[in-house]
């Protein structure tokens, strides 16, 4: 499946697109740059300076030489409160830093709660983008294919918390074996002594970023600005009484994996998956799921194993392309359940790998590929899965950090069709 990277910034995921500075979904336009290009970069230059509660615009810009896109939050505007973002000037001098080449390693910076260290994120990383930087959320759930990309950019990594850690050690081990390039962390740590300390506004300043207080009286929002301490996400909060909440997106693209060359399949099986194809582009999954269980059990009828394989490997790929990752793997693992020889069994295994993989279940991808590999090496009969399985268990060692033992799998069998691929990224 194509991933497609708009703004460096934004990517596509199944049937929506993901911030990969927030970790949080958004909806995208992209088009031709609008005929009065000037005055619709500056209406979305003065709804982007608009704090989240009374604004879904997430950001702007023009797309190569010969695009333009917009990106706006997925759920509704938290309130009718108008609020005008306010900017650190800590913010600036950082950016500016970056894009001067003035900073390496790591930057710590000391945000409290109620701040809104997100809406600093989506500020420095307009700022660092046209310097060549490209900032990502460390547990955002990036396709595998957009990271392997990034590897091979100027990197901000964002440690947004404490839980994030181990991502951004992923991360930095992956670009240490990887890139010469010059990479930068912010992770949000007060407990450091060199840390940016952010300073709260002034009450009157937050008081002159209400735009529209949506009929709240003015003794209200003197009282919010005065409890808030002077964050400014604080402030809002108490406004529009809307709880903090920062759901991030937890779903993976499909898994880089060998495809397998598709066999031909009997007309009348064919004829069931084209009609839970039509059901599945018309958005009725339940029917999608009958048709292509008729498939299965029509090739079962017929005796036809290679034909039960390959309907089910269509549907199991579809529910993968679709981010549909536990119906994936629950489909692949009932049909496991039923192989009876040793070649159905392998390629179904290797099938059930590849789901495990697309939904993050490294252990388990691991154990199956594994498992096709060793009853590959005893049997005498030749199986495309044992190439699929190599792949998968490649890309799980990867992402598990375990990279001598990828290398020295690589290096048992330099003929693997993965492994062109791997040797050119390492």
């Avoid at 005055?39 to 950001?59: F, H, I, K, Q």
């Avoid at 990502?136 to 990034?150: E, K, S, Y």
């Avoid at 407990?191 to 506004?201: D, M, S, T, Y």
């Avoid at 192989?339 to 252990?363: C, F, K, N, V």
């Amino acid at each position: 499946m194509a991933v497609t990277f708009i703004g460096d910034r934004f990517v596509s995921i199944g049937h929506g697109w993901l911030d990969i500075v927030t970790g949080r979904a958004v909806s995208l336009r992209v088009g031709a740059p609008p005929a009065d290009l000037a005055a619709r970069e500056r209406a979305c230059r003065e709804r982007w300076s608009l704090m989240p509660t009374g604004n879904r615009l997430v950001d702007f810009g023009r797309q190569g030489s010969v695009g333009w896109f917009e990106a706006e939050q997925s759920e509704p505007a938290a309130a009718p409160i108008t609020l005008r973002q306010l900017m650190w000037p800590e913010v600036g001098e950082l950016s500016g830093a970056i894009a001067a080449g003035d900073v390496t390693g790591v930057v710590s910076i000391d945000a409290p709660p109620g701040t809104g260290f997100q809406i600093l994120c989506g500020q420095l990383a307009r700022a660092v983008r046209d310097a060549g930087f490209v900032t990502v959320r460390v547990d955002a759930p990036l396709p595998f294919r957009l990271r392997r990309h990034l590897l091979h950019r100027h990197l901000v990594l964002l440690v947004a918390d404490d839980q994030a850690r181990a991502f951004a050690a992923g991360w930095l081990a992956q670009l240490a074996i990887m890139s010469d390039r010059h990479h930068i962390v912010i992770e949000r740590d007060g407990c450091v002594a060199n840390a940016i300390r952010l300073r709260p506004f002034e009450r009157a300043s937050l008081l002159s970023a209400v735009i529209d207080a949506g009929g709240m009286a003015a003794d209200a929002i003197e009282t919010a600005a005065t409890a808030s301490g002077g964050w400014p996400a604080s402030f809002a909060r108490r406004l529009s009484q809307v709880p903090a909440a920062a759901n991030i997106v937890r779903e993976r693209a499909e898994a880089f994996v060998p495809a397998l060359m598709p066999m031909p399949i009997a007309p009348a099986i064919e004829r069931h998956l084209a009609r839970a194809s039509s059901y599945a582009r018309r958005r009725r999954p339940m029917a999608e799921s009958e048709w292509h269980s008729a498939a299965v059990a029509a090739a079962m009828r017929r005796g036809d194993v290679p034909g039960s394989i390959r309907a089910t490997e269509r549907w199991v790929l579809r529910l993968i392309d679709e981010g549909r990752y536990a119906r994936a793997v629950d489909v692949a693992t009932r049909a496991l359940g039923r192989a009876a020889g040793d070649i159905e069994r392998r390629e179904l295994m290797a099938l059930a790998a590849r789901a495990h993989l697309a939904a993050a279940q490294l252990a388990r991808a691991e154990t199956l590929a594994t498992a096709v590999l060793e009853s590959s090496r005893l049997s005498a009969t030749a199986s495309a899965s044992s190439g699929v399985a190599h792949g998968i268990l490649v890309e799980a060692l990867f992402w598990k950090g375990r990279w001598q033992e990828m290398r020295e799998l690589l290096a048992r069998d330099p003929s693997a069709p993965a492994n062109a691929e791997w040797r050119r990224l390492l």
